[in-house]
């Protein structure tokens, strides 16, 4: 499975940002994924930022609730996370990630990033104060 991020860009605090990632996925079988986005900060370890569910549920680290919004297009293979109200400390490389789970399975969370086996190369998303 390949990632392509796209999106990053530089912004000024308290504006917005859409992400987003392709998957090199047969259209048909996209919709089985669980699918993520996680960042990493300049010095600082990788960590989650929110997960869609193949049934379209989702979940959110806390420091981004209500303020970032995942969705995705499965007839596009496409992940989407939109960015509002942007704070400095959201600066970082962003990731998509995706793992294939059984189906009986749900997608691990946002703190789960080690079950993550697919990723991207990252899109920068840097926020001036």
């Known amino acids: 499975v390949q990632l392509v991020e796209s999106g990053g860009g530089s912004v000024q605090a308290g504006g917005s940002l859409r992400l987003s990632c392709v998957a090199s996925v047969p259209s048909y079988a996209y919709s089985s994924y669980c699918m993520g986005w996680f960042r990493q900060a300049p010095g600082k370890g990788r960590e989650g930022v929110a997960i869609i569910d193949r049934d379209g549920s989702t979940s959110y680290a806390d420091s981004v609730k209500d303020r970032f919004t995942i969705s995705k297009d499965n007839a596009k293979n496409t992940l989407y996370l939109q960015m509002s109200s942007l704070k400095p400390e959201d600066t970082a490389m962003y990731y998509c990630?995706?793992?294939?789970?059984?189906?009986?399975?749900?997608?691990?969370?946002?703190?789960?990033?080690?079950?993550?086996?697919?990723w991207g190369q990252g899109t920068q998303v840097t926020v001036s104060s």
């Open positions: 990630a995706t793992k294939k789970p059984w189906p009986w399975d749900r997608c691990p969370g946002p703190d789960k990033r080690n079950e993550y086996k697919f």
